[in-house]
């Protein structure tokens, strides 16, 4: 359901990198622009080893920012989307269709069969958008590029064209065609981008102390998600309305978690509205850790202890989603491009690590819940204190 969801908006929206075509649709650009003639006052300049519009650098690799946040919230949306779909998917298929959770948990496997369908005989079918200068789009569609492998151009800079023969023959290309020909066939002289090539050259101990260095954004990932996770499988289960029946308990469990994948959805959905800042990003998980501290309260003292409590479970769900999508987005823009793509991917890790942790927490959690309100069926014992 996840990658349904997912996929879909991080295939037709442009890709997480600088795109893998936007050299091909620069020069057509400067081709189309010039009539066969590329003019230095109002077309893409070739010049040694670079390609660049004038005046132009710093707006295109903002654009390249904005195309890349635009993917980390079109990704977040989806998977927030496939937690709603997810639970929706549960209640139809056994709250109302009567089959076991054994048998939907199997049932979910189609969707695999589902996603290599959808991806492979739909998906690579739409054309993808590449967004040059502010306002020129070029389309390209994808099974033309599928056995091609197109360079990517980082801030328009690329050593393709430090080879002056080269630069020579696109500078007399007559057509597109010609161009695409040229920069296809010398495609071995820009085989990694900045990024990769950058990742390529680091050290063991550089990618580790690099990891580290990103704590400013991986340890609000990593609390948010362990209050959050600690709340959905550790507090949550043990409340019910009476507290004493199991199925109330599996109701409230169902709910609680229901509304709260509708405020990861609403939230996650917020990456391009704003950007947090880094005050905001760590405010955001220590109001979810206050969160989980009033809930475990009051699955003991039962001081607010109806339905209506399902509006903080909607205020968990807007944090944990607003963390996620504005720490990943604050790594976008703060993070140089060289190590841009190694960091999104390192962060990561911080927020398994919390769901890891909370996941084993949590049986302490419930079991300890369930001795202050005398009921059984838990799965470890509480510690004790004395």
């Known amino acids: 359901m996840l990658a349904l969801a997912g996929k879909f908006d991080s295939v037709i929206l442009p890709q997480m990198n600088t795109s893998s075509y936007s050299l091909i649709s620069q020069v057509r650009s400067a081709v189309g622009k010039s009539n066969r003639d590329f003019r230095d006052d109002d077309?893409?300049?070739?010049?040694?080893?670079?390609?660049?519009?004038?005046?132009?650098?710093?707006?295109?690799n903002d654009s390249d920012q904005r195309q890349q946040n635009r993917c980390?919230?079109?990704?977040?949306?989806?998977?927030?989307?496939?937690g709603i779909l997810g639970y929706g998917y549960k209640y139809l298929l056994s709250d109302m269709g009567g089959l076991s959770l054994s048998m939907v948990v199997f049932s979910v496997e189609l969707f695999a069969l589902a996603y290599y369908a959808t991806f492979y005989f739909g998906l690579n079918k739409f054309e993808e958008v590449d967004f040059v200068g502010s306002s020129e789009i070029h389309h390209r569609g994808?099974?033309?590029?599928?056995?091609?492998?197109?360079?990517t151009v980082q801030n328009m800079e690329s050593p393709l064209f430090a080879n002056i023969k080269l630069r020579e023959q696109l500078e007399t290309a007559s057509s597109v065609e010609m161009v695409e020909h040229l920069t296809t066939k010398n495609v071995h002289t820009f085989e990694k981008s900045p990024s990769q090539l950058q990742q390529a050259h680091m050290t063991v101990m550089e990618r580790f102390y690099l990891v580290l260095s990103l704590w400013r954004y991986t340890v609000p990932l990593f609390t948010v998600y362990l209050s959050e996770y600690m709340?959905?499988?550790?507090?949550?289960?043990?409340?019910?309305?009476?507290?004493?029946?199991?199925?109330?308990?599996?109701?409230?469990?169902?709910?609680?978690?229901?509304?709260?994948?509708?405020?990861v959805?609403?939230?996650?959905s917020s990456g391009n509205l704003?950007?947090?800042?880094?005050?905001?990003?760590?405010?955001?998980?220590?109001?979810?850790?206050?969160?989980?501290?009033?809930?475990?309260?009051?699955?003991?003292?039962?001081?607010w202890y109806d339905y209506s409590v399902l509006v903080l479970c909607l205020f968990a769900g807007l944090l944990g989603g607003s963390v996620y999508v504005q720490g990943y987005s604050r790594i976008n823009l703060d993070v140089p491009?060289?190590?841009?793509?190694?960091?999104?991917?390192?962060?990561?890790?911080?927020?398994?690590?919390?769901?890891?942790?909370?996941?084993?927490?949590?049986?302490?959690?419930?079991?300890?819940i369930y001795d202050r309100n005398r009921i059984e069926g838990a799965v470890v014992s509480c510690p004790s204190l004395s």
């Open 72 to 82: 980390i919230t079109a990704f977040s949306s989806g998977t927030g989307l496939a």
């Open 231 to 263: 709340l959905q499988a550790g507090v949550w289960s043990a409340i019910g309305f009476p507290v004493t029946s199991s199925v109330a308990r599996a109701q409230f469990y169902h709910y609680s978690n229901w509304t709260y994948q509708v405020g």
């Open 43 to 60: 077309a893409i300049i070739l010049d040694g080893d670079a390609i660049m519009h004038n005046n132009s650098a710093q707006l295109s």
């Open 142 to 151: 994808v099974d033309d590029f599928e056995h091609q492998d197109i360079p």
């Open 265 to 268: 959805f609403v939230s996650r």
């Open 337 to 368: 491009i060289e190590i841009r793509e190694f960091s999104l991917a390192s962060a990561g890790v911080a927020d398994s690590l919390g769901i890891l942790l909370a996941d084993v927490v949590s049986l302490f959690i419930q079991s300890c």
């Open 274 to 303: 704003f950007h947090a800042s880094l005050t905001l990003l760590w405010t955001m998980p220590l109001l979810q850790v206050t969160n989980l501290i009033f809930f475990w309260l009051d699955s003991i003292h039962h001081f």
